[in-house]
C-alpha cells in the first residue's frame, strides 16, 4: 500500500487506477488474499511506475523511541513482509492480544498471536506475563503464540514458555529477523 501511495503522489483516482494495474500484473491463479511487497515492486517495474524513495524519518530512531502502539505496527509491518495476513487489535480490551495474523500456507499455516513488548533493556519480561498470554493463546486457539520484547525474559518465563509452546522473540533475535527481513525503524 506504502508503494502504492508513494505512487500515485496522494491522488486517490491515480492510486485506484495503478491499483487495478498491479493486481491484474499479478498471478490471480495463485488465489492469495494478500500481495507482497515484492510481488507490488515488481508489478510497478513491469508497469514502468517509477516508485519514489520513501520519505526518511529522523535519523537515530531506534527501538526505544518507539512508543508502544508504534512498536506494535512495525511488528505488524514485519509480519506483512513475512507473508502474514496481520491486523493490530483495539489497543484496550485486547485480552492479552495485540497483534492476530494469518498465514495461508500448508502445514505451517492458520491463525497466530503476538504480545508486543517494548520495555527498556532492564525490564524483564516475567513468567505472569507469559502464562497470561498463554491463558489467551488457549483461548483463542490460535496455531501459535508469540511473545515479543525490545528486553528478555526472565529464567522462570523462559521455563514456563518452553513447558507450554510459546515463542518468545528477546530484543536481539527481533533485531536479527528486522534486518534478515530490511525491516528498519529508521
Known amino acids: 500500500a506504502e508503494l502504492l501511495v508513494r505512487c500515485s503522489k ?3 483516482s491515480l492510486l485506484l487506477n495503478r491499483f487495478k494495474k498491479v493486481v ?32 526518511p524519518l529522523p535519523a537515530n530512531r531506534t527501538l526505544d523511541d518507539l512508543t508502544g502502539v508504534e512498536f506494535e505496527s512495525l511488528i505488524k509491518a514485519l509480519l506483512i513482509e513475512m507473508g502474514f495476513q496481520a491486523e493490530l487489535t483495539e489497543v484496550t480490551g485486547d485480552g492479552g492480544i495485540d497483534i492476530v495474523a494469518l498465514l495461508d500456507r500448508p502445514f505451517s499455516g492458520g491463525r497466530y498471536i503476538f504480545q508486543c513488548k517494548r520495555y527498556s533493556e532492564g525490564n524483564l519480561v516475567g513468567a505472569p506475563a507469559i502464562r497470561d498470554f498463554y491463558g489467551a493463546v488457549m483461548a483463542d486457539r490460535a496455531v501459535k503464540g508469540i511473545f515479543i520484547t525490545t528486553s528478555e525474559f526472565t529464567t522462570q518465563a523462559k521455563e514456563f514458555a518452553s513447558q507450554s509452546g510459546i515463542e518468545l522473540v528477546n530484543r536481539a533475535r527481533l533485531n536479527q529477523i528486522l534486518e534478515e527481513y530490511k525491516v528498519h525503524t529508521i
Open 24 to 55: 491484474a500484473l499479478i498471478d490471480q491463479k495463485t488465489n492469495k488474499p494478500y500481495l507482497t511487497v515484492e510481488e507490488v515492486r515488481t508489478a510497478l517495474v513491469k508497469l514502468r511506475i517509477e516508485i519514489p524513495e520513501p520519505l
Open 10 to 12: 496522494g491522488l486517490s
